[in-house]
Nanobody, 126 residues
Framework: VQLKESGGGPVQPGGSLQLSCAIS????????MGWFRQAPGGAREGVAQ???????VVADSVKVRFTISKDNAVNTLYLQMNNLKPEDTAMYYC?????????????????????WGQGTQVTVSS
């Protein structure tokens, strides 16, 4: 399995970015996917995920501003980030959980991730 993120970069406060995660060599149809981020000196935290039944779960800190979506036709996961703030500055990682807990309605944890992308840096600064 390979996960490749793109779309990060520098942006001014209030700006927008869309991150993409291209998924390849995935044979399973039973999995959860999502985005994590990690700021310097901080822990890796869940941002937005697609879990059981295609339900999306978004962290309270980014709710309303961030939207997660998935295009199954091109095996790509997206994260649309609007009204970005300096505190959104972090490395953003795409993640795959291949042992999903059935009927899950909450985010999966970093320890449950089976595959990580290499990360894409988002820097929000004026």
């Amino acid at each position: 399995v390979q996960l490749k993120e793109s779309g990060g970069g520098p942006v001014q406060p209030g700006g927008s970015l869309q991150l993409s995660c291209a998924i390849s060599r995935l044979s399973s149809e039973n999995y959860y996917m999502g985005w994590f981020r990690q700021a310097p000196g901080g822990a890796r935290e869940g941002v937005a995920q697609v879990v059981s039944g295609g339900v999306t779960v978004v962290a309270d800190s980014v709710k309303v501003r961030f939207t997660i979506s998935k295009d199954n036709a091109v095996n790509t996961l997206y994260l649309q980030m609007n009204n970005l703030k300096p505190e959104d500055t972090a490395m953003y990682y795409c993640a795959l959980d291949l042992r999903p807990i059935p009927r899950r309605s909450t985010m999966f944890e970093p320890r449950e991730v089976d595959y990580w992308g290499q990360g894409t840096q988002v820097t929000v600064s004026s």
